[in-house]
């Protein structure tokens, strides 16, 4: 069974830095897509990036692109997103979610859409606070 956890939210100032974990255990499946999700207080969870396994191949909302950046250490069966220039309106709860795949183009298509309907596996959420 697939399990995630995430780490590394904290409180950072406005245009600082954070970098955030998470650990994945139980893949089984060829192929996954795996995403960072955002939830704002008061508001939906939002995809905010997403990789495939298949090629590595990122997607990004364009909120965040240039920003923040996703990758995966294949050997450590973990996911990072690096995040800078930091604004307040990144504060909330991070989640990060995964779905297995039969075929890459399968796990390459659930990132383009990057919808929490799609995403079976999900973290608990970390926290992060961007505020003076």
């Known amino acids: 069974q697939v399990q995630l956890v995430e780490s590394g939210g904290g409180l950072v100032q406005p245009g600082g830095s954070l970098n955030l974990s998470c650990a994945a255990s139980?893949?089984?499946?060829?192929?996954?897509?795996i995403a960072w999700f955002h939830q704002a207080p008061g508001k939906e969870r939002e995809g905010v990036a997403c990789i495939s396994t298949s090629d590595g191949s990122t997607k990004y909302k364009d909120r965040v692109k240039g920003r923040f950046s996703v990758s995966r250490d294949n050997a450590k069966n973990t996911v990072y997103l690096q995040m800078k220039s930091l604004k307040p309106d990144d504060t909330g709860f991070y989640y990060c979610?995964?779905?297995?795949?039969?075929?890459?183009?399968?796990?390459?298509?659930?990132?383009?859409?990057?919808?929490?309907?799609?995403?079976?596996?999900w973290g608990q959420g970390t926290q992060v606070t961007v505020s003076s």
């Open positions: 139980g893949f089984t499946q060829d192929y996954y897509s």
């Open positions: 979610a995964a779905v297995g795949a039969d075929y890459p183009q399968t796990a390459k298509a659930t990132c383009v859409m990057m919808s929490t309907w799609s995403f079976k596996f």
